[in-house]
Nanobody, 119 residues
């Protein structure tokens, strides 16, 4: 069974950098044809894809976030992480990690972590 678990700070101040980590069990983040995504949902809006790191370690980001986002991984720990800089209240959202395995044939989600940006 593939499980994803996000861990984040809950509360971030404006201007700070958000760091959220996704711990993966039941799958390996270097498995061929797998991609590991970050997605968020702002209150009252739909899901927003933020970026991805693939099994080779290549990253791709949403153009709207490209100047502020970084995704990395720690293969020894089975984790991948999101960093989003210059946080504003508009970044308040539930942040989800997502795994797409076997070229998307299998799709898994974490339960999400609420991040609030407030001073």
């Amino acid at each position: 069974q593939v499980l994803l678990q996000e861990s984040g700070p809950g509360l971030v101040k404006p201007g700070e950098t958000l760091s959220v980590t996704c711990t993966v069990t039941g799958a390996t983040i270097t498995t061929s044809a797998s991609t590991w995504n970050w997605v968020r949902q702002v209150p009252g809006k739909g899901l927003e894809w933020m970026g991805v790191i693939n099994y080779r370690g290549a990253t791709y980001y949403s153009p709207s976030l490209k100047s502020r986002i970084s995704i990395s991984r720690d293969t020894s720990r089975g984790q991948f992480s999101l960093q989003l800089s210059s946080m504003t209240p508009e970044d308040t959202a539930v942040y989800y990690c997502n795994a797409r395995l076997a070229r998307g044939a299998m799709n898994y989600w974490g339960q999400g972590t609420q991040v609030t940006v407030s001073s």
